[in-house]
């Protein structure tokens, strides 16, 4: 039987706008938090995601609040603006996940008042089963982003041009994916003694290519 460590995993990022996420329970922890950050997954409590997180907010009396998306077990740690807190998300988002193996969120997903971007990793079939649920949530009202790893497989690159493929290999190289990223598309533009024009033509045709094919694998 082969390990997890030996499968073909990916990385898959979403971004919800706010216009999205005012349709979901878990944007009213807007009302309370500046941000909430998803730091690690404990198990999975009725098919609930039990995790550690990372909230931000002006008044710490807020942590006494109940939250329908939301049900805090413990505060580990606490400041003035600040805690750590074991709680068990009970929203229908974490549940698309919750409800499927071989696929995680990771650092980094949080919400804040910009929106909410969930990274998750897995396998192939599993990324391709949570964008089926997330489809079934949202809509298509969401954007998806392939992360470094899944954008560096070979099936993948075989699609692409010559110059494109060239071009999206360095910005790989040169930390562009990563995140936070390391370089900017002018220092990959100066690296290959290209247009910065260029390499952004070029890095968003890839990434569509490479998006479209992705999510239509079986």
């Known amino acids: 039987m082969i390990g997890m460590e030996a499968a073909d995993l990916r990385y898959m990022q979403i971004s919800i706008t706010p216009e999205t996420g005012a349709n979901l329970p878990g944007w009213a922890l807007m009302e309370s938090f500046s941000s909430v950050e998803f730091l690690s997954h404990i198990s999975t409590v009725d098919g609930n995601m039990r995790c550690l997180v990372r909230v931000e907010y002006e008044d710490q009396r807020v942590l006494k609040n109940r939250f329908p998306s939301l049900n805090i077990l413990n505060v580990i740690e606490q400041s003035p603006n600040a805690a750590l807190l074991e709680v068990v998300t009970k929203g229908p988002l974490p549940r698309v996940f919750a409800a499927l193996e071989h696929v995680w969120w990771v650092s980094p997903t949080f919400l804040s008042k910009a929106g909410f971007t969930v990274t998750i990793r897995g396998t192939k079939e599993a990324l391709l089963a949570s964008r089926t649920g997330l489809s079934q949530l949202l809509?298509?009202?969401?954007?998806?982003?392939?992360?470094?790893?899944?954008?560096?497989?070979?099936?993948?690159?075989?699609?692409?041009?010559?110059?494109?493929?060239?071009?999206?290999d360095q910005a790989i190289k040169m930390g562009y994916y990563d995140r936070p990223r390391r370089c900017t598309q002018r220092s990959i533009a100066e690296a290959l003694d290209i247009k910065q024009a260029t390499v952004s033509e070029h890095?968003?045709?890839?990434?569509?290519?490479?998006?479209?094919?992705?999510?239509?694998?079986?």
Do not use: C, D, M, T
């Not at 298509?140 to 071009?167: D, T």
């Not at 890095?203 to 079986?218: D, G, N, P, R, Y």
């Open 139 to 168: 809509g298509e009202s969401y954007k998806l982003k392939l992360g470094a790893q899944s954008l560096h497989s070979a099936n993948f690159l075989e699609l692409l041009p010559e110059k494109q493929r060239f071009v999206l």
């Open 203 to 218: 890095l968003q045709s890839a990434e569509s290519s490479i998006i479209h094919a992705f999510v239509k694998e079986h």
